[in-house]
Nanobody, 120 residues
Framework: QVQLVESGGGLVQPGGSLRLSCAASGNIFSIHTMNWYRQAPGKERELVARITRGDSTIYADSVKGRLTISRDNGKNTVYLQMNSLKPEDTAVYYC??????????????WGQGIQVTVAS
């Protein structure tokens, strides 16, 4: 089994910055794709950013140039640096990992979610 623990959320003023972290522990051979999703009240969960094991990244159009995803494979951790935050970035943010646990087994794991609120 694999556990994901998120940290770094909170309340920030518009234009401010936050850094989210998500660390995995447990039965991990390697982590392939690491993702950040978010879900705002009354809206569907959406992909915010993705980073592959080869460090290729993709971003939602709404966050390009403001949010940066990165990973530390040695620590099984993904980060989301969020700059120039806007009220519309307010949401619960979830990390999602695709984990290879050996024996040709890939599984999906989700963090518990962490609140980010952008307000003055």
């Amino acid at each position: 089994q694999v556990q994901l623990v998120e940290s770094g959320g909170g309340l920030v003023q518009p234009g401010g910055s936050l850094r989210l972290s998500c660390a995995a522990s447990g039965n991990i051979f390697s982590i392939h794709t690491m993702n950040w999703y978010r879900q705002a009240p009354g809206k569907e969960r959406e992909l915010v950013a993705r980073i592959t094991r080869g460090d290729s990244t993709i971003y939602a159009d709404s966050v390009k140039g403001r949010l940066t995803i990165s990973r530390d494979n040695g620590k099984n951790t993904v980060y989301l640096q969020m700059n120039s935050l806007k009220p519309e970035d307010t949401a619960v943010y979830y990390c999602h990992f695709v984990v290879y646990s050996g024996s040709m087994t890939f599984k999906n794991y989700w963090g518990q979610g962490i609140q980010v609120t952008v307000a003055s």
